[in-house]
């Protein structure tokens, strides 16, 4: 196998997929292996700009995909730091989520939390407390 880069694949289905890649020769043809393809999209909002990351098949649960070379119009190799940033974010917290067996999100202690009640009270009562010594 090849050395591993992250890339932008355009396919002749005109899918445009991120993913990092290796190239690999099967039968005397190359071939693309993909690690965690996903498909990113731009989106621009009046309060700027996101970028959307989704898994490039929805209903696999695999990581590597092959692709041969006649399936490809063009890639590119990605250095875009931002952009693999987002890519390893979203695998990442892809990977923290628990899933049970029938695919169903597992809540955790701490799903949904910004602090424990008590973490809670004593930042309520020191800025209640602050706002009576200002007004002292």
Do not use: C
């Not at 355009?10 to 190359?30: M, Q, R």
Request: proline content about 3%.
């Amino acid at each position: 196998m090849g050395d591993e880069f992250y890339s932008t694949i355009k396919l002749i289905t005109g899918e445009e997929i991120f993913a990092l890649v290796s190239t690999d020769e099967h039968d005397g043809e190359p071939i693309l292996i993909l690690q965690n393809p996903v498909i990113m999209k731009i989106i621009t909002h009046s309060a700027g700009q996101f970028i959307k990351v989704k898994p490039w098949m929805e209903l696999s649960n695999d990581d590597i995909y092959i692709i041969r070379l006649d399936k490809v119009i063009t890639m590119t190799e990605v250095k875009d730091k931002e952009i693999i940033f987002f890519y390893d974010r979203y695998l990442k917290e892809d990977q923290e989520v628990p899933m049970d067996s029938d695919g169903k999100v597992q809540l955790t202690d701490t799903m949904g939390y910004v602090s424990s009640v008590e973490e809670a009270r004593k930042t309520l009562e020191n800025l209640y407390n602050l706002k009576d010594t200002k007004e002292s």
